[in-house]
């Protein structure tokens, strides 16, 4: 651990002290601790994890495609590495609990590798992981392509580790779009007939205030604009991670992402007083973790809170305006 590293640590532990969260720099599994941030490889990590100790995995694994954070693999070598990493989250993950891998798409030459589905496959090797939902992921900004429609989704993949699973559906239950309707036959005829907590969110989210009761998680992604904004190319926000949390946990127990990044499954977890551990062999990308969760903590993190609104322009802003080029 570098200097810069070191006193991010010392200011964590003051904070601590002063009845807040525990943030420990390990790179290995210890006992106690509210977050655990390994700079290490990680399956060199994942060995030093006992079995069944976590209750949920997150993580948007590298996508193998060049990015400044990873080395380009073929397909058939990136799968491999893969297929061990989720052998050991398997290990790890208790009984009942999740593990939530979200993907886009491989490019290569023009042509799309859903990794969603290779994903599938690679985990349904492990007999004891069932699929409960492919949710996907809807934005509305991203690269745009020519010679194909440009992409606007990614997927999570939840699966369980065996049939007795922990699923907490109240906490993230939207308003109901019809909140009067009534049974229209049998015992409980003109009786209200939705939850007086809402309705189930579906597997495709739109996480607005209107979304809550729409199909589609649509969370902008984190680009130049988004408060969230790190150096880290392919960061995806808190607010995905924060549903997951409090559907698929209780409090304190241990979410652990083994490709943390800039640690917004960790601030998810801290959010909602869950236990966290986060990997990462990137030391600026560890460093940036330790830095949000230190804002976190005190409450001077820039994020786009759940639930907010996105922007819509009012037709007065400059970039919402045609173009007098194209009137000619």
Known sequence: MNTKQHKQTEQLGLLAENGMKRVTCS??????????????????????????????????????IGKPYESRKELAEYFGWQEKVLSECSRVLMDGGSLCWQVGNYIDDGEV?????????????????????????????????????????????????????????????????????????????????????????????????????NLIWDIPNVKANHPEKTIHPAQFPIELIERLVL?????????????????????????????????????????????????AMNGTLKRRPLGKPKHKPSGKEKVSQVPKEWLI
């Open 247 to 295: 559907a698929l946990t209780h409090p304190r127990d241990i979410i652990l992402d083994p490709f943390m990044g800039v640690g917004s499954a960790l601030i998810a977890a801290l959010l909602h007083n869950r236990r966290a551990v986060g990997v990462d062999k990137e030391p600026a990308y560890v460093e940036l973790a330790l830095s949000r969760i230190r804002h």
């Open 113 to 213: 590798y859903p990794l969603d589905i290779f994903f599938y496959q690679l985990i349904k090797k492990q007999p004891q992981f069932h699929l409960r939902n492919r949710i996907v992921w809807y934005f509305e900004h991203g690269l745009h392509a020519k010679l194909r429609f440009s992409g606007r989704y990614e997927t999570i993949l939840w699966f369980t580790k065996g049939d007795d699973y922990l699923f907490n559906l109240d906490p993230v239950r939207v308003p109901q779009k019809y909140p009067g309707k009534t049974y229209f036959k049998g015992p409980n005829h003109g009786k209200p007939s939705g939850n007086p907590l809402g309705k189930n969110p579906s597997d495709i989210w739109k996480i607005v205030i209107e979304d809550w009761e």
């Open 27 to 64: 790179n290995q599994f210890i006992e106690e601790f509210d977050v655990l941030v390994a700079h290490i490889d990680v399956l060199d990590f994942l060995k030093t994890v006992p079995n069944s100790t976590i209750r949920l995995v997150v993580s948007s694994p590298p996508y193998n």
